[in-house]
């Protein structure tokens, strides 16, 4: 949630594409990435609690940006809006934000937060009770399964070359 999954390529395979003046080729690249990154992105879906399935496409995948040849992937703000019974308009990441890490009291001991709680909030019991469902849907081993899948589609990709 805070911190997204980053699918990176090795080195010698990131030293060939600098070499190449194509872009086209870079994108073959990035797109074969792309497909490692739905293994993350199914996985994620998964994890979340029944109720909030309906945000499915606050889960994204994003190309780096520069000279960069990668993605990351994880929740992204601002793309869907939650209106609840008193017609507040929120955005669907904060809400997965607060279900995953948890509010006041009951915050994740697993999540370095940027800010403490606040003075006039700290006496205050309860919250949310983090659910840690990012943590489930990005284990190491869903990662690898990632990097074999995005491997696979390049070197397949390689013998249409």
């Known amino acids: 949630m805070g911190d997204h999954v980053r699918i990176d390529i090795d080195s010698q395979v990131e030293n060939m594409f600098r070499n190449w003046k194509d872009p086209v080729k870079k994108k073959v690249l990035v ?9 993350i992105k ?28 990668g993605l990351w992937v994880g929740f992204y703000a601002k793309s869907v809006k939650y209106v609840n ?3 507040q308009v929120w955005d669907a990441y904060f809400l997965l ?10 915050r994740s001991k697993s ?17 949310l009770k983090p659910l840690e469902f990012y943590e489930k849907g990005t284990s190491e ?7 074999v899948k995005a491997v696979e589609s390049f070197e397949k ?3 249409d070359f």
């Open 141 to 147: 081993s869903i990662i690898d399964r990632a990097g």
């Open 97 to 106: 934000y607060w279900q995953n890490y948890g509010t006041l009291q009951n």
């Open 42 to 69: 199914r996985e994620l879906y998964n994890a979340l609690p029944s109720e909030f399935k309906q945000f499915k496409s606050v889960l994204k995948a994003k190309s780096m940006k520069g000279k960069n040849i």
């Open 111 to 127: 999540n370095q937060f940027k800010t403490a709680i606040r003075s006039k909030s700290k006496r205050k019991k309860g919250g």
């Open 85 to 87: 019974k008193r017609s």
């Open 157 to 159: 990709s390689l013998t």
């Open 31 to 39: 797109g074969c990435y792309r497909k490692g990154a739905t293994i």
